[in-house]
């Protein structure tokens, strides 16, 4: 099974803040990466898929980076509404497998 | 606009049995993969099954492989998961997903969860 290492597990940062999760996958997964978004007590939103591709809907200030096993998301400048979870998950290979998540809190 | 409604959840017994549904509408049920994802309480995402577009190839995580069967009606635009042989470790909140028109996908929508808990 593909292991998704996702780092850190959790994060403070101001409002404004450029925050950054890494994601390493324990092969490479042909960028077939998404990154989604859950609040407490809701279902996850997809917020980029093939590594780096916007959602319909996504505000800009969210982007995703990285080829083969290495990839990234960023929030550009940190919003009080961006306060949640988030996961990454690759859809390469059976069993398709997610990151453990990073909980990100406003400083 | 996509909606995905899943039901069936509820308390269950360790080695009983569970039929979850996932009513789907807003776009052509025929055409996508869907998949099953459940989250333990306080846990992360856990990819369980996903079904191909025609529902001939299905997939598992090894921790559900021979328990659980996916399985979707076409008519109905209804995916299904069959659980038996629940354990403690199955109790979770399960989402429908619904993919791209191969298996190999993101999840473009997800449904609200249905909550199973098995339990003595």
């Known amino acids: 099974d593909i292991q998704m290492t996702q780092s850190p597990s959790s994060l403070s940062a101001s409002v404004g803040d450029r925050v950054t999760i890494t994601c390493q996958a324990s092969q490479g997964i042909n960028n077939y990466l998404s990154w989604y978004q859950q609040k407490p007590g809701k279902a996850p939103k997809l917020l980029i898929y093939d590594a780096s591709n916007l959602e319909t809907g996504v505000p800009s200030r969210f982007s995703g980076s990285g080829s083969g096993t290495d990839f990234t998301f960023t929030i550009s400048s940190l919003q009080p509404e961006d306060i949640a979870t988030y996961y990454c998950h690759q859809y390469d290979i059976v069993p398709y497998t997610f990151g453990q998540g990073t909980k990100l809190e406003i400083k | 606009e996509v909606q995905l409604l899943e039901s069936g959840g509820g308390l269950v017994q360790p080695g009983g049995s569970l039929r979850l549904s996932c009513a789907a509408s807003?776009?052509?049920?025929?055409?996508?993969?869907m998949s099953w994802v459940r989250q333990a309480p306080g846990k992360g995402l856990e990819w369980v099954s996903a079904?191909?577009?025609?529902?001939?190839?299905?997939y598992y995580a090894d921790s559900v492989k021979g328990r659980f069967t996916i399985s979707r009606d076409t008519s109905k635009n209804t995916l299904f998961l069959q659980m038996i042989s629940l354990r403690a470790e199955d109790t979770a909140v399960y989402y429908c997903?619904?993919?791209?028109?191969?298996?190999?996908?993101?999840?473009?929508?997800w449904g609200q969860g249905t909550l199973v808990t098995v339990s003595s």
């Open positions: 807003g776009f052509t049920f025929s055409s996508y993969a």
């Open positions: 079904i191909s577009a025609s529902g001939a190839s299905t």
């Open positions: 997903a619904k993919g791209g028109q191969y298996s190999s996908s993101w999840y473009y929508a």
